[in-house]
């Protein structure tokens, strides 16, 4: 079951118009990296994310890391939006790895990152199961600014990324700090127009923004930041460090649009921690999405992100 | 790992305070219901719940009917503290069973119960999963009047329960219609005490109330409302109907407590759909909780719920 096609027929129903909120307003529904619900004078986030044993971690990683993992994937979604995280829930379904320090473990995961980024653990689930580990969580958030969504980047709008790319499956899949801060930036300050957060790849990600925003893209190979894991990666596999840096999943970087007249500002007063690059631009719909070599040829960018698992086999 | 054992780790170590909130105020932390956060004005309910394959459902039932399930039983728990449900996020992992058309029916099932409930499905998170399918949906909802409790219940409260109880497993386990609307009265009319959903069965639902109330309680061995199923699925065992009616879980009733002098008003004023019966009442801290039979004897209610699994070794 492909995880898009899915989603998608998911979304076609719900545009249906099948069911809306009895006591709340419905802002954003299925397809960005968060739902955003009007509850009272509040717009409240929610997001969800299942990591899987064997899938999105290997049996031998540290339970710990994985408890991190599961929390942090979660709120880089709302950090995407510019919606603060406020408490989470952890739904279990504990199977392999398993066993009450392993459970424990985990749960201290959750909570290192939860404790971290405001969002305590205030509930959850447990059931033992045949089958491997399954650790679902939920965070829900609010906002005081304007959620800032897939859709909203336009032609001429300058592409922006956190940090660098590729090669997660190293170890940083397991750890990463989501870019909350960064995130509440770009939505308090106004600056950003659109924004996904880098789960499926840089190509795969910017195509869901481009699709959501109706824009094409132009991104520079030579100003795509690519990680030293996606150097030390590609000398183990047939690839660049580009595709590593453009195809791997779980970056959870933030990528995000600028108008053109705030790009100025934004340079100026980007707080960090994380740095930004620029790697390109917006374009009219139906121009596609193209990378520019360093010749200033252009070239269709693949898409070399994938639903599940990494083209080695990794976990994403 | 015991479900209750974990959970109470879980409370210990909330209790030490290790995280609070940054955007949020905490109002009911782990161990009800629900969960309750403060977000500006607005009390918002949070639930996750988890069904896995195997265990809380059969591999032969039908995806619609473990959608429904899956939905109606975080629904059920904000009934039990009169939220009313707003939104709801499911992340599933697609192993056995699994398939497209499966995973369809799944996701019509749960729009089934969140819509007929008010609380749409506006958001997921998909995975393949070799083992067992793993199904984990997070509900948030609001309150327009104040959140009832596992505690609240005072020594001379009369104790109630809708519906009739025991033998779930036979069907109604999978078909079940949350209490919302009987919830919700018990909420915004002031009537209830304190309440709790029958998930863990009769007997362990009570223990959990009286706990969490500081109370003991006497239960009436002639006024337990006993299903036909009760009935039928003591046919085939070594148990007595009351038996399953008191130790089966998974009936998805509510248990609730009215202050004595509130008796007459609740059963004047109550509106259905389902029945409420007055099994028992609540009695001082320390003197336990006892079951009284036909002849008039007490003796202590025996904890035959079960964390996981009836005893006969069906879905929960």
Redesign the interface.
């Known amino acids: 079951?492909g995880?898009l096609?899915?989603?998608e027929?998911?979304r076609a129903?719900?545009a249906e118009g099948?069911?809306?909120?009895?006591?709340?307003k419905?802002i954003v529904?299925?397809g960005d990296d968060?739902?955003v619900?009007g509850?009272?004078?509040?717009k409240?986030a929610?997001?969800?994310?299942?990591?899987?044993a064997?899938?999105?971690f290997e049996a031998g990683a540290s339970a710990r890391a994985v408890g991190w993992k599961a929390m942090a994937r979660s709120i880089s979604d709302l950090a995407a939006t510019a919606a603060?995280?406020?408490?989470a829930?952890?739904?279990?379904?504990?199977?392999e790895p398993?066993?009450?320090a392993w459970?424990?473990e985990l749960?201290l995961g959750l909570?290192d990152c939860?404790?971290r980024?405001?969002?305590?653990?205030?509930?959850?689930?447990?059931?033992?199961?045949?089958?491997?580990t399954?650790v679902?969580v939920?965070v829900?958030?609010?906002f005081d600014c304007e959620p800032v969504l897939r859709k909203g980047a336009a032609p001429g709008d300058a592409l922006y990324v956190t940090g660098e790319l590729g090669g997660s499956i190293l170890g940083r899949h397991l750890s990463f700090e989501p870019r909350l801060a960064e995130g509440l930036f770009l939505g308090r300050s106004g600056l950003g127009s659109a924004m996904i957060d880098v789960s499926d790849g840089l190509a795969t990600d910017l195509r869901h923004l481009c699709r959501e925003s109706s824009v094409g893209a132009v991104i520079e190979e030579a100003n795509i930041p690519i990680s030293d894991a996606a150097r030390k990666r590609a000398a183990a596999t047939r690839h660049r460090p580009l595709d590593h840096a453009l195809a791997d999943g779980e970056d959870y970087e933030l990528l995000f649009t600028v108008r053109p007249a705030e790009v100025e500002r934004l340079e100026r007063e980007w707080p960090g921690p994380a740095r930004i690059k620029r790697i390109g631009g917006m374009t009219a719909p139906g121009s596609g999405i193209l990378i520019r070599g360093s010749g200033g040829t252009e070239r269709p960018l693949l898409l070399r992100g994938f639903e599940?698992g990494l083209p080695q086999g990794g976990p994403r």
């Open positions: 079951v995880e096609s899915l989603i027929w998911i129903r719900f099948l069911s809306r909120p009895a006591t709340g419905l529904g299925p968060v739902a619900i509850l009272g004078r509040e409240v929610l997001k969800t994310d299942v990591v899987v064997g899938v999105h603060m995280p406020s408490a829930v952890a739904a279990v379904a504990l199977g398993g066993g009450r459970a424990e749960y909570e939860a404790r980024y405001g969002s305590p653990v205030v509930g959850g689930d447990f059931a033992s199961a045949s089958g491997p399954v679902a939920s829900v958030g609010r599940h």
